[in-house]
């Protein structure tokens, strides 16, 4: 039976673009020996790191078990570092099952490729699956709220020594003494229930609950956040300037998620449509 490389011109023929996902090094070198002949078609390699010696590279921090998010990221990464741009016809090439990559998937790039999630995993201090971990309970917030009302939460993520300094408590820090990790689906229950009231939680860059019920004391001179939200994106926007940590909102009004690295918002995303 014929194998996915007896076929690679074929498949590679009027692509603007061919994304390997983790490819061996054996894998990568037969498709650039196929694209020697082809100058219009760019290889790109997208996996946690670069063992291949690629001339494109993107940094895939997470492995993504979902095919269809693992070609989203990807893409958006090449993106954001110029190497697509919208149009593009893109040849994905992934492995669906254990061992050397099975499975082609055409893609044309729209607009709709640049969410903002690429930016948000990518060069954060946090653990990237940690920073998935939280992202995943504010889109769960955003879908179901509390009790079936909306509910707005902020999520302030890594750097939590820094965090904590710029930051009082309001409450009684439920989680003073405890050791638990967001990711368990018991703590994240929790996190749910603590939401319906006021103030911030801080996790560490490890995924450890610092603290709930914090009120951030960052400046807000200089941070720059659409029109219309309100102090808890404030809050996260300059508590992000000031350290190196990953704030994740989930507005009340509007249901949205958004997540702010450095100062500035990188992601706004509809739970219901992620």
């Known amino acids: 039976m014929a194998s996915l490389t007896d076929h690679l011109a074929d498949l590679v023929a009027d692509a603007d673009a061919v994304i390997l996902f983790s490819p061996t090094a054996s894998f990568h070198d037969r498709f650039t020996d196929v694209d020697d002949g082809d100058d219009d078609t760019d290889i790109i390699v997208a996996a946690p790191d670069d063992d291949v010696g690629a001339e494109r590279f993107v940094e895939l921090p997470l492995p993504f078990r979902d ?161 219309g939200l309100g102090a808890r994106h404030m809050a996260g926007g300059a508590i992000t300037r000031d350290t190196n940590a990953t704030a994740i909102v989930l507005s009340e009004s509007d249901g949205l998620v958004r997540a702010f690295k450095g100062g500035r918002l990188v992601l706004e995303i509809d739970p219901e449509e992620y």
């Open 67 to 227: 095919v269809r998010d693992r070609i989203r990221f990807g893409i958006e990464g090449a993106m954001d570092a110029d190497l697509l741009t919208e149009g593009d016809e893109v040849v994905c090439v992934v492995s669906v099952f254990e061992g050397e990559s099975d499975a082609v998937v055409r893609v044309t790039v729209d607009e709709t490729a640049e969410s903002g999630i690429y930016d948000l995993f990518v060069d954060s201090r946090a653990d990237p699956g940690v920073i998935r971990d939280v992202f995943e309970v504010a889109i769960e917030l955003g879908k179901k709220g509390q009790k079936g009302k909306p509910v707005g939460a902020l999520f302030v993520v890594g750097d939590a020594g820094k965090v904590m300094n710029k930051s009082r408590a309001l409450s009684y820090n439920p989680f003073e003494k405890s050791h638990v990790h967001v990711g368990d689906p018991i703590v994240n229950v929790m996190l749910k229930e603590f939401s319906r009231l006021d103030g911030a939680f801080v996790v560490s860059d490890s995924g450890k609950i610092v603290s709930a019920y914090r009120y951030l004391e960052p400046a807000a001179e200089g941070v720059d956040i659409p029109k």
